[in-house]
């Protein structure tokens, strides 16, 4: 992929020196910040309370307004355009969700549809293709009320409303905070698979690490209004830029990548041992399957190596001891 | 304007005192009545066993004062005839509404948390009624009582027309001659009895919530 | 009893005269609240929007209800241009629904939910938009109630009006007390308290139509 110039067509949203002071602080909540977002791409604001990131997501949007910068859309200038229209433009999911009480799921996800003076039977098709798409039964959700659905219920319906005019940014700020563990997990898998077939360009702002190591395409890690590393989940683990970094991400930080590490790329060659060993347990996972995978299998069937397919062919091992050093060579400079 | 100051400092001062005490009365007696009526029965509706009569019993209240007062006074005549009972009838039921609503407002805003810690350490139910409930609802059904106390001195001069006394009887002779001065130093006083109350109900509201509540 | 009787007995014989004055009562009701539904509820709207207004504001119409009515409508009585009858009469009202319109338009456009107003200007709703689709319904059910108050509370008050010269419903009750006769004032009390109470029964039916089932739940 060869990125051009400045204002290509990947770079979806770009911000420029952006800051924001608000009235009566002396200190900045974002401080001259500059990076760019690609397009397609799931980039998540990570990072302590008061450090910015909501702060910045709301610029994008243009409810905050910046006190100094540029942000650009798509090679646009979001201060040349009517706050209102670019809102239309960009979905924005909200913790708190926001439904309106006092009209039915169907007509909160129908919103920015009707405010477009779309005509009501593409209005209504749309409704159900989204609910269909976020897991919620269309018909039995659509005339429900939202006191009527449970907080899960809700925040699917929250990011249908958010995708109904099929925006291509989408701004989520903790969306899925306000339900259980479970819950979130489970929201946070199906919204991965439907970015995998939407393709759009989020910012995602979030206060749990774990969150943004999985959903991030790239994390933007953020302290005091000042960006601290910008990367892909892989760099953050394997090359945190400071000491903040680090304890941001945790002590598990060796863990925490094998959760990444394919293991195709710790593969090593197999012996006549190792294949003995493996075949009598059956220990086998898929090359790109996570490392930590590896362990898993290693754990329930008490062995030391397991078999690595591509396929079915098998293609080589991978060895507790491996596991090991590559940890301690991750975690070496601490 | 009907307005002369010298006039009105003898209406302040000469003429409008009499009436004080009685309007005072006037106030005190139902108040009380209708504090010792609603807040138990406001505070009865919140216990489970009697929560589906809540709607019928607050409409009684309700309708209390939505029939105009002079009715209420009224109605009564032929039982007690005119004069101070019927009034004193009348403002008792006047003054139920603030006082109920507002007891079932408290009541119902205490956390439910609370309550289950509570019983959760051993607390009968009347115990958490006592010491957990009313204390945390205090501000609240005392907020309904001065609220209470203040239509009660505003209404009381009514009772003057039934020849229950009070205020109102200057105000009344304010219209009839059409005196400003009476009119006005009848309802200054009617405002500072109103105030003088509110305070009162204030300081036992503090004598009455427990010192780590302040 | 003998005395239902009477009463009824009155009540029948004198209808054209207890329809005057109902017609009466409610021109001046209806009156007071055209006036002050447009005035207060324009001020609660007001206050919201200029936080810094809203003590003093309130403070204002506190102070006024607590003035027993009698006075103030003895007090505008006394005042030339106004003098006895229905001018006196509608401005004292229209000043005692200040309280309850002004604190519940305040309260119920206050009490919308901060999350919602957030989510429907993050979709680009513009302010006209928000005012009308989320603020106004959902406030209504607050305003609403404030209205039925201030309607019941008019009608009573109304009835105090027939000291200055109004020939309403209260006069009914007044005759009957200075005449001495039981029957007239049983009569007057039941006729006011009938039409109260249907009234505040009315705006009750009302009231649960206009709200959203959505918003019935909550609060």
Not at chain 2, 126 to 150: D, F, R, Y
Not at chain 3, 34 to 51: A, E, M, N, R
């Amino acid at each position: 992929m060869v990125k051009i110039i400045k204002g290509a067509v990947h770079d979806m949203i770009r911000l420029e020196k952006v800051y924001k002071t608000f009235p009566n602080t002396t200190v900045p909540a974002v401080d001259k910040i500059s990076f760019t977002i690609e397009k397609g791409n799931i980039c998540v604001f990570v990072g302590p309370s008061g450090c910015g990131k909501t702060t910045i997501l709301r610029m994008i949007n243009r409810l905050v307004e910046p006190t100094g910068g540029s942000i650009y859309i798509d090679g646009e200038n979001i201060m040349e355009t009517d706050a209102d229209q670019l809102r239309r433009r960009i979905g924005y999911v909200i913790q708190q969700i926001g439904l309106l009480p006092h009209r039915t799921i169907g007509q909160n996800v129908g919103l920015v549809p009707r405010l477009l003076k779309w005509p009501e039977d593409r209005i209504n098709k749309r409704v159900m293709e989204l609910l269909e798409i976020v897991g919620l039964d269309p018909r039995e959700t659509a005339r429900k009320y939202p006191y009527q659905l449970s907080g899960g219920q809700m925040q699917r319906a929250g990011v249908a409303r958010a995708l109904a005019v099929d925006p291509p940014i989408m701004l989520m700020d903790e969306p899925f905070g306000a339900v259980d563990p479970i819950v979130r997990g489970h929201l946070q898998d199906e919204f991965l698979r439907l970015q995998q077939e939407v393709k759009k360009t989020i910012c995602f702002v979030t206060h749990d690490i774990n969150e943004a190591l999985k959903m991030g395409d790239y994390i933007v890690v953020l302290n005091a209004g000042k960006l601290v590393q910008k990367g892909t989940p892989l760099e953050m683990l394997s090359d945190p830029a400071n000491d903040f970094v680090k304890d941001l991400i945790g002590d598990d930080r060796g863990v925490k990548l094998l959760d990444l590490t394919r293991a195709e790329s710790l593969l090593q060659a197999s012996t006549s041992e190792t294949d003995k060993a493996v075949r009598e347990c059956s220990c086998y996972i898929d090359a790109v399957q996570p490392v930590k995978m590896a362990l898993e299998v290693m754990m329930k069937n008490n062995s030391d190596v397991v078999g690595i397919r591509r396929g079915s062919e098998v293609v080589g091992t991978l060895s507790w001891t491996e596991i090991k050093q590559h940890i301690n060579k991750i975690s070496g400079d601490q | 304007m009907n307005f002369e100051f010298n006039r009105f400092v003898e209406a302040m001062f000469d003429r409008s005192p009499p009436y004080i005490l009685e309007h005072v009365q006037l106030v005190l007696i139902p108040l009380g009545i209708a504090t010792a009526v609603a807040f138990p029965i406001g505070v009865l509706l919140t216990r489970p066993r009697f929560r589906r009569y809540t709607d019928r019993v607050m409409g009684i209240f309700n309708a209390g004062q939505t029939i105009p007062p002079l009715a209420v006074i009224a109605v009564f005549f032929p039982f007690f005839g005119l004069g101070y009972r019927p009034a004193l009838i009348a403002l008792t039921i006047y003054a139920l509404l603030p006082i109920a609503r507002n007891t079932l407002a408290g009541m119902s805003s205490v956390s439910p948390e609370v309550k289950e810690a509570a019983r959760g350490m051993g607390m009968t139910e009347w115990q958490i009624l006592n010491q957990v409930e009313i204390p945390l609802s205090l501000s609240v059904v005392m907020s309904g009582i001065k609220t209470s106390a203040v239509l009660t001195a505003g209404t009381a001069a009514l009772a003057a027309l039934v020849g229950g006394k009070g205020m109102g009887a200057v105000i009344f002779a304010g219209i009839n001659f059409f005196r400003m001065e009476l009119i006005l130093a009848g309802t200054l006083y009617i405002a500072i009895i109103a105030l003088a109350i509110d305070r009162l109900l204030s300081f036992i509201e503090g004598r009455l919530t427990p010192s780590y509540m302040k | 009893m003998e005395v239902i009787l009477n009463v009824i007995n009155f009540i029948l014989n004198n209808s054209s005269r207890i329809l005057e004055y109902t017609i009466n009562h409610f021109s001046l009701v209806f009156t007071v609240l055209g006036f002050s539904l447009v005035l207060w509820i324009t001020v609660g709207l007001l206050i919201s929007k200029y936080d810094r207004y809203a003590g003093s504001v309130i403070g204002l119409a506190n102070i006024i209800f607590v003035i027993p009515s009698i006075s103030l409508f003895g007090i505008f009585v006394t005042i030339p241009q106004l003098g006895l009858g229905r001018k006196s009469a509608a401005l004292a009202l229209i000043l005692y629904a200040m309280m309850p319109l002004v604190r519940n338009v305040y309260r119920g456009v206050k009490s919308v939910d901060q999350s919602v107003l957030e989510s429907g200007r993050g979709m680009g709703m513009s302010d006209t938009e928000i005012l009308f689709q989320i603020q106004i319904p959902m406030a209504w059910p607050v305003v609403f109630a404030g209205i039925r108050v201030t309607a019941v509370m008019i009608t009573g008050m109304a009835t105090v009006a027939t000291f200055i010269g109004e020939r309403n419903l209260g006069r009914l009750i007044h005759h009957g007390i200075t005449r001495g006769n039981e029957d007239i004032i049983i009569a007057g009390a039941v006729v006011v308290s009938l039409i109260a109470l249907m009234l505040d029964f009315i705006l009750g039916k009302v009231e649960k139509k206009l709200t959203s089932p959505g918003l019935r739940q909550s609060g």
